[in-house]
């Protein structure tokens, strides 16, 4: 028989292979002391083992109106580790009734005791998904999205400007029960990204540690998952995988569940579900831990709840593809290919460490660092949103290079305009072991009275890194409908243009839709170039995002009445054009503000 036949028989088998269906479930109000019963988990390979509990009690509505049943848990060496991470969903059994899941502990405890969480209470919260309602748009908040705080963390080169979700709060402190710690196995980061990151992880709930994927190949089948089972959450995969494992606590159908404590507490979601493969459990004074591959994707995550979380079977999650292409400082090119999983919360956080690490791959982690960086957003329609900048520090290039990619990112997902969504993200970087700085010194302008439509230059000097002078002469054509009278002319560099902006146009970086909002990260301002910007005073409105300038009284009155003032943010400047210098390989700054006469014809 062909050897493709053999192929397509058994992919037939595998989808004619009958669903599991659930256990009869044992109920909390029969729980007492001293009952037995035996647990399931997976401590090496694939192979579900037994292990033994006693029930030591119930804890009523300790935790957001949930119960949790102590067990004394014992076999498969669990006196020794103790509960370990990533045993979290481990299901449990009393007459072959399912209890609930293994899901909380004792930081440092002595003996194997483990908080259950019962599985009535987890098929409540978690119920199988409804069918996909029809996209209705989303109300967009009538204050607007206010942009200014994304372009003050790009100043300053604040990662923590990326907000993580804080996990499921401990439980009541006098009892010190917590929620299992949850391993993150990472593949393919550099070291100095781990070393950046793993505060951040952490704080999350989870363990880094640095380990393998199992599911890389194509050829690579899904194996059935089952009640103790291994199963990974992925975050990031491809040439990076990011992936936080546990086990499963049940299959009903198609239907997953696992964990019995918050993932993230994300609520509905759509993230990768794969099996898993356990390659040995690690005993620890602290928290023992098991080390894990990530297998072939089996379907994906939608639902994480504080009593867990609930995945379906062959679902396909909402990922983001990231490609990004690395001119190293030794010359040669590397391009490094990921997925994200898509989540406004989770999205930039995670390619955040995604592109910081692939930033750090043959490069020194301390030392002059230049990068030069092109992105493109794309976005479904289309459309995308060019971003492109220059970094040049002794210690935090790569990080700044990374956050000028994913807060744009963050604010798109964030913003929920329905029309709008990303598409793929790609990244071409080059990177250099020198600094690349250049300070404007001075500035001349040819001449310093004008008419409308006249051309003028000005003489620009740089000084550079090293030391030495440059000049560079820009041509400008003063607008044709400009009335006479004085002139403000701005020479400078993009972050100190940002930060006039903000006072010439104060409504500027207050979008209400879609279309705003990217016009202004299109325009987001670089710092390897130098801007020339041409205003004057003058009385003027933003509304809605939408620049009014000169208006006259009668129209600044309406504006002003109680009930569209605030609506609208009065401006005392009004902008006429603005131009720069193109591209260049260094960081430029410095800025230079004097004024022009415009002469009336």
């Known amino acids: ?38 647990g399931r988990t997976c401590l090496q390979g694939r192979e579900v083992v037994e292990f033994q509990f006693e029930v030591l009690g119930v804890m009523e509505n300790v935790i957001a109106g949930h119960s949790v049943v102590l067990v004394r848990v014992s076999g498969q060496g669990l006196e020794k580790s103790g509960i370990f991470s990533g045993m979290s969903g481990s299901p449990v059994y009393i007459g072959g009734k399912l209890l609930g899941a293994v899901a909380y502990g004792f930081p440092f405890s002595t003996d194997a005791i483990a908080g259950v969480t019962p599985f009535e209470e987890m098929k409540a919260a978690l119920p199988p998904p409804a069918p996909a309602a029809a996209s209705r748009p989303v109300a967009a908040d009538p204050a607007g999205l206010d942009l200014a705080p994304m372009l003050a963390s790009l100043r300053a080169g604040d990662s923590g400007a990326l907000p993580v979700p804080n996990p499921a709060p401990a439980l009541a402190p006098e009892s010190r029960l917590a929620p299992i710690e949850t391993p993150l196995m990472i593949s393919g980061a550099f070291p100095a990204a781990l070393e950046q990151f793993q505060g951040r992880f952490r704080e999350l709930g989870f363990v880094p540690m640095q380990g393998g994927s199992a599911g890389a190949a194509p050829a690579a089948a899904p194996r059935p998952l089952q009640p103790g089972s291994g199963v990974v959450v ?101 391009t490094f290919r990921f997925e994200v999983a898509r989540d406004p919360v989770l999205t930039p956080f995670f390619l955040n460490f995604g592109l910081f690490s692939f930033f750090q791959e043959g490069e020194r982690a301390i030392g002059h660092t230049t990068i030069e960086i092109e992105a493109e957003i794309q976005l479904a329609d289309g459309k995308g949103i060019s971003l492109r900048n220059v970094f040049s520090q002794p210690i935090n290039a790569a990080q700044q290079a990374a956050l000028y990619v994913s807060l744009p990112v963050q604010y798109i997902l964030a913003s929920q305009f329905p029309d709008i969504e990303i598409r793929r993200v790609t990244v071409a970087a080059r990177v ?97 170039t130098i801007y020339v910007k041409l205003f004057r005073r003058g009385d003027g409105l933003f509304a809605r995002g939408r620049l009014f300038p000169a208006l006259p009284p009668s129209y600044q009155d309406i504006f002003r009445t109680a009930r569209v003032q605030d609506a609208s943010t009065e401006i005392r400047f009004i902008h006429f054009s603005e131009d720069n210098l193109g591209n260049k390989p260094y960081v430029v700054t410095g800025a230079k503000t004097f004024e022009l006469t415009v002469e009336p014809y």
């Open 1 to 38: 028989m062909p050897k493709r036949m053999l192929v397509l028989l058994a992919l037939a088998g595998m989808l004619a292979t009958p669903l599991l269906a659930a256990a009869e479930v044992f109920p909390l109000s029969q729980v007492r002391r001293g009952l037995t019963g035996v």
């Open 234 to 334: 992925s975050l990031i995969r491809g040439d990076l995988n990011v992936g936080a494992g546990g086990t499963v606590t049940e299959v009903d159908g198609d239907q997953v569940y696992a964990f019995g404590h918050p993932f993230l507490n994300l609520g509905s979601t759509s993230l990768p579900m794969h099996d898993s493969e356990v390659i040995t459990v690690v005993n620890n004074l602290n928290s023992s831990f098991k080390f894990f591959t990530t297998g072939a994707a089996v379907g994906a995550i939608r639902q994480d709840r504080t009593v867990g979380i609930a995945g379906q079977l062959q679902a396909e999650p909402r990922m983001i593809p990231v490609e990004m292409t690395i001119e190293s400082s030794r010359g040669g090119k590397k």
């Open 432 to 528: 250099r072991e020198s600094l690349q700085n250049a300070r404007i010194e001075e500035v001349r302008a040819s001449r310093l009275r004008v008419r409308p439509g006249d051309a003028m230059d000005f003489r620009i000097t740089l000084q550079m890194q090293d030391g030495t002078w440059k000049s560079e002469t820009f041509p400008i054509r003063i607008p044709e409908e400009i009335p006479s009278g004085p002139l403000q002319v701005f020479v400078g560099d993009g972050n100190s243009l940002s930060q006039l902006d903000q006072q010439l146009e104060p409504g500027l970086l207050t979008v209400y839709n879609s279309e705003q909002l990217i016009r202004v990260l299109r325009n987001l301002r670089q710092s390897g």
